[in-house]
């Protein structure tokens, strides 16, 4: 659709790209705003006013399909701020309704958008030839207007945080941001080790992603440069349903399953440069759809594993907002690299490190324990205790305990010795 806005006007696809970048910026930098947001208003409200600006930012875009510089306004800050306060709580509110199936709920609400990455660029072009730019804004406009509905479907089970207790010493600023920020969550060692090593594998994790048509024209000129990104989108989709399906399995370690993806996707980012086929660069994209949608399923229910049910929200916004500078530095760093050498061998290669480095440092979240574990919350069944079991039975001491021991679809439901959900497109 930005294509067809710079030929529109005649631009260089340089300055339409920056609107779309704009977007992605804002809707991932601006979603800790998001979970601030939903713990002091609530899961309903935010999402009711990320769907009016969504729809809003798309129907004023409509207007000014000649002028770029509205737009970056209108698509880029307007449209990308309402999709942040849309998709934080959306990953959010499956926590309060289901617990023992919550990573399958996570890849089935994930899936989604892998359907739609696939099919709505087709639809979309179709749309602007039939109707023009301004038309197809209002469609989308319409469209975005039913994240407007949903949220009044919203019903939230968990109470609200907690405001914070004022202890004697503390000055008026920090009392003031601590009504704002859960601090809880920064103090749990493993929740900062899992937030940080994320971003550090996003460093390289969406390069291939981003170059692939590129790497597909220089590499098999002649062959289809958009289909390596379509078997990405088709089995990224299957693989956020088959792995939310194995997370919620007894004995499954969720955050050992993200290494792996990582450790997958990095390893097949490096043997790119290597194939000699486009038929197996079309297996290596296949497979990384697949482990890409193990890495996006299992953002929410490992937020949810770590920090709790009340501190589940801002888990997920501020890791996603954290995640904007690897997402915005990334791709670009490796385009320099192809305009240095003429080739994408470098680039590649070193794209496949962040991934490796950042399921490396994951190792760490079994090396530290959190300081709020409870006597009478420890299993004595060490196969199952799952690493969020601390969070999510200090806040419900007695939820799923006969007797004083833990069910075991207790178990299944906290499924590991860790666990989390993205993204985008």
């Not at 289901?98 to 099919?119: D, E, H, M």
């Amino acid at each position: 659709m930005l294509h067809a806005f710079s030929e529109y006007n005649h631009l260089d696809f340089v300055f339409t790209t920056l609107v779309g970048s704009l977007t992605i910026g804002t809707t991932f930098l601006l979603s800790p705003v998001s979970g601030i947001l939903t713990d002091k208003i609530g899961l309903r409200m935010t999402t009711l006013i990320g769907g009016v600006l969504t729809c809003g930012g798309m129907f004023l875009s409509s207007f000014f399909t000649h002028n770029v510089s509205a737009l970056y306004f209108t698509y880029g800050i307007m449209f990308g701020l309402g999709a942040a306060l849309a998709y934080t709580p959306s990953l959010a509110i499956l926590g309060h309704y289901f617990k023992k199936y919550l990573g399958l709920v996570n890849g089935v609400v994930t899936a989604g958008s892998s359907v739609f990455t696939a099919i709505m660029p087709v639809l979309l072009n179709k749309l602007v030839q039939e109707t023009g730019l301004a038309t197809s804004f209002r469609v989308l406009s319409v469209i975005s207007s039913f994240v407007i509905f949903c949220a009044l479907l919203y019903k939230p089970l968990q109470p609200p945080p907690p405001p914070p207790r004022v202890k004697p010493g503390r000055s008026r600023f920090n009392t003031f941001l601590r009504s704002f920020i859960n601090f809880d969550n920064w103090k749990k060692k493993k929740y900062i080790i899992w937030a940080l090593s994320i971003p550090i594998a996003l460093f390289g994790y969406f390069v291939p992603y981003v170059h692939m048509g590129k790497f597909v024209l220089d590499s098999f000129p002649g062959e289809g440069e958009n289909l390596p990104v379509m078997c990405i989108g088709i089995t990224s989709g299957l693989g956020r349903l088959l792995f939310g399906f194995i997370a919620d399995l007894p004995r499954v370690n969720r955050v050992l399953l993200q290494q792996i993806a990582f450790v997958l996707i990095g390893t097949m980012t490096m043997c790119l440069p290597a194939t000699g086929s486009f038929t197996l660069l079309l297996v290596i994209a296949l497979a990384m759809g697949l482990f890409d949608g193990c890495f996006i399923s299992l953002l929410g229910p490992i937020a949810y594993d770590i920090c709790g049910p009340r501190g589940a929200t801002q888990a997920i916004g501020f890791l996603l907002g954290l995640c904007s500078v690897p997402l915005t530095i990334g791709p670009p760093v490796a385009g320099m690299l192809y305009d240095h050498t003429g080739s994408y061998k470098l680039p590649l290669i070193l794209a496949g490190i962040p991934p490796l480095f950042g399921a490396s440092t994951m190792f760490l979240i079994r090396c530290v324990k959190d300081d709020t574990v409870s006597s009478d919350a420890v299993l004595k069944d060490s196969t199952h205790q799952p690493l969020a079991q601390t969070a999510w039975d200090c806040e419900n001491p007695t939820a799923g305990k006969i007797n004083g021991h833990v069910r075991e679809d207790r178990r299944a439901t906290l499924a590991s010795s860790e666990s989390l959900t993205a993204g985008i497109n």
